[in-house]
């Protein structure tokens, strides 16, 4: 199957600080990604849709302001979370689809800010 | 929209029996249906999907089926082994990129 990366794979920040999590498409092109968050022993929730060119899709709830998404390229989407706070401690993932509604997700990262 | 409602949240069973998972969706429109495991501390990992045109696809020890009247579909895992204890998620997706989870159920493959 396709192979997606994120980069780091666990990070602990202080509270205030900002924390960038990248995603990559190792060998195809995505024009968009998702990222989700999960929380221990629950499921995926879809945060936004990140599209490459333009401006990301946020679900409801979710504060664009505080979880910057870029989409520089067709490989490469990043997630910053801006003034992290401990409740933003979570398990945050992304993917990208494949082909026809195959979506292929990163290993993941670890964020827990102290 | 869409909501998928997975059944059960937990399931154990012996080593080499069977594990069924079912889940149910709302949205008459969803056409493709993954199924992702996900174990402890890593990103899900596609086992097997299917898509709205075919009812059954079977890969080794793994099946799913799909009741499009019903909205329903289901994992079938036969001959159990301890490897395959882990999160599964069902997954309905919507014009290719609209993709709704289930809420997972916890596997757990006594040896």
């Known amino acids: 199957g396709a192979v997606v990366s994120q980069h780091p794979s666990w990070v602990i920040c202080k509270s205030g600080t900002s924390v960038k999590i990248e995603c990559r498409s190792l060998?195809?092109?995505?024009?968009?990604m998702f990222w989700y968050r999960q929380f221990p022993k629950q499921s995926l929730m879809l945060m936004a849709t990140?599209?490459?060119?333009?401006?990301?899709?946020?679900e409801q709830g979710v504060e664009k302001d505080k979880f910057l998404i870029n989409h520089a390229s067709l490989t490469l989407s990043t997630l910053t979370v801006t003034s992290a706070h401990p409740e933003d401690s979570s398990f945050y993932i992304c993917s990208a689809p494949y082909a026809s509604g195959t979506q292929y997700f990163g290993p993941g990262t670890r964020l827990t800010v102290l | 929209g869409e909501n998928v409602e997975q059944h059960p949240s937990t399931l154990s069973v012996q080593e080499g029996d069977s594990a069924v998972i079912k889940c149910t969706y709302s949205d008459s429109a969803s056409n493709y249906f993954p199924w992702y495991k996900q174990e402890l501390g890593k990103g899900p990992q596609l086992i097997i999907d299917?898509?709205?045109?075919?009812g059954e696809k079977k890969d080794q020890r793994i099946a799913v089926t799909l009741n499009k009247t019903a909205k329903h579909f289901s994992l079938h895992i036969t001959e159990t082994q301890p490897e395959d204890s882990a999160v599964y998620f069902c997954?309905?997706?919507?014009?290719?990129?609209?993709?709704?989870f289930g809420a997972g159920t916890r596997l757990t493959v006594k040896p």
């Open positions: 060998d195809f092109q995505a024009t968009t």
């Open positions: 997954a309905a997706v919507v014009n290719n990129n609209d993709m709704r």
């Open positions: 299917i898509r709205s045109n075919v």
């Open positions: 990140s599209n490459e060119g333009s401006k990301a899709t946020y």
